[in-house]
């Protein structure tokens, strides 16, 4: 009995073993996947991957499926073209002649007759239905758009354009196709048509703003003899000439101008925009940034100064971050003086203690206060009183890790400035140590490196700049070589 029991527990094990082993293939199978476990794909992408690639057999094939399932326009189209591109001309024709009868778009049958009798050879008869296609169409965006864009698809741009300036005459000026005009002007490269198109646009449509400026940047790519720029800067000023009220224009040639940095142009506007708009200051701060970026410091100082100039300044919000970017622009000029007068440092020592009067000495001043420990040092001599004002910077407890280390960095340099090594090494390697696989990191071992050349320590700097020069960054691996 007790061997009856044994063998009917194996037998009972073995069932379940083999129950389970069945259940994890029925849970891995999956209908949708082929034998090798990759997605299968449909019939439509399936047709279409046979057509472009040139299977016109295996493509009409599926399409013949496809849209005696489901007869849509899209598989109509695909399905036409392959009896065209086999050259089964009767098999297109009952097509096309089927497909008329069920959507009564006579237009649409004279339009794709014609593509037929042209790829036939039959280039006068083709020409004059293409002519009669477009005279029937009737006065609707939809058809004028769907006969326009056969036209397109088949490489016929004089077509399209003739089919679109019916279309404005029959809708009256409801509706005049701008956008896809413009298209088929890019297309043929006649930019200045383009730009009329997308700026008489503009005038009525103020949304269509940021569509307008990707497709003009799209342009200035192709616009090998820059045709675009200066005809669309001549427009646009001529346009808010004649139509001030029309902000747009403002709002497009500001975008311009900074594409181009002619900032002097950009400011203007942004002014401008602010002047008519009002609460429109922040374009002239964004731009103050984009300006000082590139290193126009005396422009940039003039767009801060209207911003903090104007009435309500001190109740906004980017009031104190203006307020710095200041006194950044103004100490950045005063460095690019190789020999700025006692004037010109006065004046910096002047700014300097108002404005930091004015924000105090916090995380949010931080750059004010490095600014400063640069001057103190560099312009008139005061070392210690540098050295203090970012020692107690550091202690700050409002500011973190990050925060802490460009401030240790440039602490680092004053100390071995003023002969204090070892402690400059010990910030540089602080930094370097908290952020070893970020740009400052490397940047601090790039110091420690050259500190240890100038105190002797030849080999272990080698090491430290052989290193470096695997740096990610390339600014500071060619620094390192």
């Not at 500001?254 to 142009?265: G, N, V, Y």
Request: a neutral charge; glycine letters at 4%.
């Amino acid at each position: 009995m007790k061997i009856i029991t044994i063998i009917l527990s194996i037998f009972i094990l073995l069932s379940l073993g083999i129950e389970s082993v069945h259940a994890q293939n029925l849970k891995t199978f999956d209908p949708s996947k082929n034998s090798i476990g990759k997605p299968k794909k449909s019939k439509q992408t399936l047709a279409v991957e046979y057509y472009t690639s040139g299977e016109y057999p295996k493509a009409l094939v599926l399409f013949e499926e496809l849209y005696k399932e489901n007869n849509t326009s899209y598989f109509y189209k695909y399905l036409l073209y392959c009896y065209i591109n086999l050259e089964e001309y009767r098999k297109a024709e009952r097509l096309i002649k089927k497909a008329a009868k069920a959507n009564h778009k006579h237009y649409k049958q004279l339009s794709d007759l014609a593509y037929l009798h042209q790829k036939k050879g039959d280039v006068e008869k083709a020409n004059k239905m293409f002519d009669e296609a477009i005279d029937e169409v009737p006065a609707d965006r939809g058809a004028i758009s769907e006969l326009a864009r056969d036209f397109r698809s088949r490489g016929q741009i004089e077509l399209a354009m003739k089919t679109y300036m019916k279309g404005k005459v029959l809708l009256k000026g409801e509706y005049e196709f701008e956008n896809d005009i413009a298209y088929l002007y890019y297309y043929l490269e006649q930019y200045e048509s383009m730009t009329d198109q997308y700026l008489n646009l503009l005038g009525k449509d103020p949304v269509q703003l940021r569509t307008i400026e990707y497709r003009i940047q799209n342009a200035f790519r192709r616009d090998k003899d820059d045709v675009i720029y200066p005809y669309l800067k001549r427009e646009l000023l001529k346009r808010i000439k004649k139509d001030s009220d029309k902000t747009q224009y403002s709002d497009l040639l500001l975008w311009l101008s900074i594409q181009r940095k002619d900032f002097e142009i950009a400011l203007i506007q942004a002014k401008s925009l602010d002047r008519r708009g009002g609460n429109e200051a922040y374009r002239v701060f964004d731009l103050s940034k984009v300006i000082l970026g590139h290193g126009e410091y005396e422009l940039g100082i003039q767009a801060l100064e209207y911003l903090l100039n104007l009435k309500d300044a001190k109740d906004q919000v980017y009031y104190p971050e203006a307020k710095q970017e200041l006194l950044s622009a103004r100490f950045k000029k005063l460095q690019q003086n190789s020999n700025p007068s006692q004037e010109d440092i006065a004046y910096m020592q002047n700014e300097f203690n108002t404005t930091l009067e004015e924000l105090g000495r916090n995380r949010y001043s931080a750059q004010a206060i490095m600014d400063y420990a640069e001057f103190l040092s560099y312009y008139i001599n005061k070392p210690e009183e540098a050295i203090m004002e970012l020692e107690n910077l550091i202690a700050n407890p409002g500011l973190n890790r990050a925060d802490k280390a460009p401030i240790k960095l440039l602490l680092g340099d004053l100390y071995l400035l003023h002969d204090n090594p070892w402690d400059a090494t010990l910030l540089y390697s602080q930094v370097e140590k908290d952020f070893k696989n970020d740009e400052i990191g490397f940047e601090a071992r790039l110091r420690n490196a050259h500190l240890s050349f100038y105190i002797g320590e030849f080999d272990w700097a080698k090491a430290q700049l052989d290193i470096l020069k695997a740096a990610t960054g390339k600014k500071i691996a060619n620094d390192a070589m």
